[in-house]
């Protein structure tokens, strides 16, 4: 297997349209269907190259707590660094990584 786990965040469908309508969430898909068929495919991707793959569910009142006490705004990066956190506490400390740098790394890699 190439590479540590692929941390992937996933929301379910009334949750994705509040992170949506925050400010750190411009670049979703206008609708949860389309982020789900992209999800899904760069899932079933990831598998067929041998990447270990956990889902990590988010939700926004979660969210909301974390940012509060960091006193952080809600931006692209701290989606990014919740979702690390949430798997860094979950007792996921490997080596890991997050769906949006896998996909960036495939990408520069083509």
Do not use: N
């Not at 929301?11 to 979703?28: E, H, I, P, S, V």
């Not at 760069?42 to 940012?67: K, M, N, S």
């Not at 990066?77 to 798997?87: G, I, K, S």
């Amino acid at each position: 297997m190439a590479g540590g786990i692929i941390f992937v965040p996933w929301y379910k469908a009334d949750d994705y349209y509040r992170f949506r309508r925050m400010q750190g969430g411009t670049t979703m898909p206008s609708s949860y269907d389309d982020w789900l068929g992209r999800a899904v495919r760069e899932v079933a991707r990831l598998l067929a190259t041998g990447r270990a793959v956990q889902i990590v569910c988010l939700t926004p009142d979660t969210y909301f707590e974390w940012l509060t006490r960091r006193c952080a705004a809600d931006t692209g990066e701290e989606r990014l660094a919740y979702l690390c956190d949430m798997t860094a506490r979950s007792g996921c400390e490997d080596s890991h990584d997050t769906l949006a740098s896998s996909a960036r790394q495939a990408h520069t890699h083509h």
